[in-house]
């Protein structure tokens, strides 16, 4: 006789689906490489975005806007990221964990591996709240504005850095990383969904700087920008309510300091693409951007 099958335990995402990150620093950065001299200057709403700002957006290649979303959808968010680093949804694998929690990941409990998740990566498909965001009608309508085109999200995360161990994202711009041609207008929608200000890690951004076009990005601390040609240069912060949102083109450069603080600074952040926009190869990207098979020193 044969032993009656045993059912299977539902299916859970365990620790086996959180991934690592590409780079493994633990994000010890000179702090002089995060030095705001100025605020970015902010517009109140999504509705408040007319001729004028789009003007703005082309020359400084940013819009700060104080109160993009509800209060409402950004509970709504904060649940689906919840859930989301919980291991809930047991078919999603984007989770990665901060470089500085690796170790003790396994003996963690629960609450302590929520402020270990770094980033959650391609959640759109499985979380219909955090789709509902991308795909709000406000954010597509000023899109459409800003890019000329109509907007098609090709990437979606949630960065999240914990307290104390939340790792720099060095300086870069986006575009580095993606295959469209400088000449398309890819904006990354960056959502804060916790207080977001200079001592949690927020945003630091070179206006103006997307018009000078590609720059070297080297292998370092990560694929980024050489940290001679960022040290001590004046830049913007961008501190941002819950809600708030920073819209920035593709190729402005900027980065965030590791978060010394005790405050978590969670974001959401979408990329679009005007529909059509002109793709690119790998070669002719790194071709652009550097690589590090290139002779150059940094
Ligand atoms: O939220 C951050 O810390 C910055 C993230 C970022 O710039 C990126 O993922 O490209
Ligand atoms: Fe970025």
Same mark, same amino acid.
């Given at each position: 006789?044969?032993?009656?099958a ?18 493994d ?33 082309a ?18 968010? #904060?649940? +689906? &990221?919840?859930?989301?680093?919980? *291991?809930?949804? =047991?078919?999603?694998?984007?989770? @990665?964990?901060?470089? %500085? ?7 963690m ?6 402020d ?18 991308c795909?709000?009608?406000? #954010?597509? +309508? &000023?899109?459409?504005?800003?890019? *000329?085109?109509? =907007?098609?999200?090709?990437?979606? @995360?949630?960065?999240? %850095?914990p ?8 300086w870069?711009?986006?575009?580095a ?15 804060a ?15 103006? *700087? ?15 920008l ?11 912060a ?14 402005l450069?900027?980065g ?25 190869s ?17």
């Open positions: 006789m044969t032993a009656p045993v059912p299977a335990a539902p299916a859970k995402a365990g620790l086996n689906t959180i991934r690592s990150d590409y780079s620093s633990t994000g010890e950065h000179d702090p002089r490489l995060y030095q705001p001299t100025a605020l970015a200057e902010t517009i109140p709403s999504l509705d408040s975005i007319g001729p004028a700002e789009c003007e703005r957006f020359e400084q290649g940013y819009l700060s806007i104080e109160k993009a979303f509800g209060d409402g959808e950004i509970r709504e968010a #904060l649940f +689906a &990221v919840s859930d989301l680093i919980a *291991g809930k949804n =047991p078919t999603f694998e984007g989770r @990665m964990v901060e470089n %500085k929690a690796k170790a003790r990941l396994a003996e409990s629960e609450s302590e591996r929520y270990a998740i770094r980033k959650l990566s391609g959640f759109c498909k499985h979380d219909a709240r955090l789709d509902a965001l795909r709000h009608p406000k #954010l597509l +309508a &000023v899109l459409r504005k800003l890019q *000329g085109g109509e =907007p098609e999200c090709f990437q979606d @995360m949630a960065l999240l %850095k307290p104390r161990i939340g790792r720099e994202k060095p870069h711009q986006d575009n990383y993606f295959k469209y041609a400088p000449g398309a207008t890819v904006v990354g929608v960056w959502i969904l916790d207080e977001a200000g200079v001592e949690n890690g927020c945003m630091h951004i070179l206006p103006g *700087g997307h018009r000078a076009g590609p720059r070297i990005h080297f292998k370092r601390r990560d694929w980024q050489c940290d001679t040609e960022m040290l001590g240069v004046p830049c913007t961008v501190p941002l309510p819950p809600g708030g949102c920073l819209l920035f083109n593709g190729l450069p900027h965030t300091p590791t978060n010394h603080s005790g405050k978590r600074r969670r974001a959401l952040q979408f990329h679009f693409a005007p529909a059509g926009a002109l793709k690119i790998d070669e002719e990207r790194l071709a652009l951007f550097g690589s590090e098979g290139k002779d150059v020193e940094c």
